[in-house]
């Protein structure tokens, strides 16, 4: 957790001195770094359950939009945790924060047990929808990432909304080349 949050938050050379032995002030700056991390993720999650619009709920899928206000290198962390409490666990959660430099959206989509067993695969999902919007994804069953262009942002949602809804009525969609 120390140093999967050193990275997380900018700071990748901490990790690499606890690592190498530094033991006493890279140990003090990383329990401080940690505590930043965890505050992150729980203003993050205050942030999205303080306004309903900020997680909207497609035909397939929910969308949490985190857009410029959630960081990109924690917006992972943040869909892990909320997908376990939606409303409707038969639909996948996609959550994306921008990267602005790069003009770019970051998604991160978590499913759970019970979507899994309903046919979802969100690896076959996002690698396909990127790949549709001119950007990249794939992953695992349960666990993917894509980025795609801001300007493409919203047709990848919706792409991503039909896969996962033609995977829910039995289409495996990893045998088609194309959506």
């Known amino acids: 957790v120390?140093?999967?949050?050193?990275?997380?938050?900018?700071?990748?050379?901490?990790?690499?001195?606890i690592c190498m032995g530094d033991r006493?002030?890279?140990?003090?700056?990383?329990?401080?770094i940690l505590?930043?991390?965890?505050?992150n993720i729980n203003k993050y999650l205050c942030w999205v359950n303080e306004k309903p619009e900020r997680?909207?709920?497609l035909q397939n899928i929910y969308v949490i939009y985190g857009e410029n206000f959630i960081n990109e290198k924690?917006?992972?962390?943040?869909?892990?945790?909320?997908?376990?409490?939606?409303?409707?666990?038969?639909?996948?959660l996609l959550a994306f924060a921008n990267i602005e430099a790069e003009k770019a959206?970051?998604?991160?989509?978590?499913?759970?047990?019970?979507?899994?067993?309903?046919?979802?695969?969100?690896?076959?999902v996002m690698?396909?929808?990127s790949e549709e919007h001119g950007g990249k994804g794939g992953g695992h069953n349960i666990a993917a990432g894509a980025q795609v262009p801001l300007d493409k942002l919203e047709s990848f949602i919706k792409t991503a909304d039909e896969l996962v809804g033609r995977q829910l009525?039995?289409?495996?969609?990893?045998?088609?080349?194309?959506a």
């Open 105 to 124: 959206a970051k998604f991160s989509g978590r499913t759970t047990e019970a979507a899994l067993r309903k046919g979802v695969n969100l690896g076959d």
């Open 127 to 129: 690698r396909m929808a």
């Open 169 to 178: 009525k039995g289409d495996k969609l990893a045998s088609h080349n194309n």
């Open 74 to 92: 924690i917006i992972g962390t943040v869909s892990s945790i909320i997908v376990s409490s939606l409303a409707n666990n038969e639909k996948p």
């Open 24 to 32: 006493k002030a890279a140990i003090e700056e990383s329990n401080k």
């Open 2 to 17: 120390v140093l999967n949050s050193a990275g997380r938050m900018d700071r990748p050379s901490l990790g690499i001195a």
């Open 35 to 39: 505590e930043d991390y965890r505050r």
């Open 55 to 57: 997680m909207r709920e």
